[in-house]
């Protein structure tokens, strides 16, 4: 929603700068979302009060601490067995910690784009609201991976496909 806000008001921002009596013209199943309405009208302060509820609402940045983790490889099995492997050792560790409501674990599941460029691809989104989060996370950075599957982690994701 934010990226798409931005996008919006930056187009029609530069269609105004071109010639004063300039529109912009976009095509929508959902004329009525406050994004497009708030990107209409230039107004901000809406989109940011309509926008940060939800965020807070949905426990997603700034309002709690969130991390994806990105399974990548050839083979799918192998990538899958590491991401469902990753999740259960996340879960353990998660039970240890004694975190269970803070934190909520997500996945693993293919992703969106699950081959792109020659890899299968499955994550796990991490949320979480306890001061502990970053240990919590800095623990499963210590979990083994014996496979050739590449694993990264993407704080704060902007996009999740």
Known sequence: TERTFQLITQVAGRAGRML???KVILQTYDPENYV???AKKYDYNKFYETEILTRQMLSYPPAAEMVRIL???ENNSEVLQTAENYA???IT???IMGLTQEIKILGPVICAHEHLYGKFRYQIII???NPSFWQFINNL???PNRGKVHITYDVD???MM
């Open 20 to 22: 004063p009596d300039s």
């Open 36 to 38: 497009l309405q708030a």
């Open 71 to 73: 399974f990548r490889g």
């Open 88 to 90: 259960q050792a996340t």
């Open 93 to 95: 560790t998660h039970r």
């Open 127 to 129: 949320k979480g609201i």
């Open 141 to 143: 950075s210590l979990i």
């Open 157 to 159: 994701p902007i996009e």
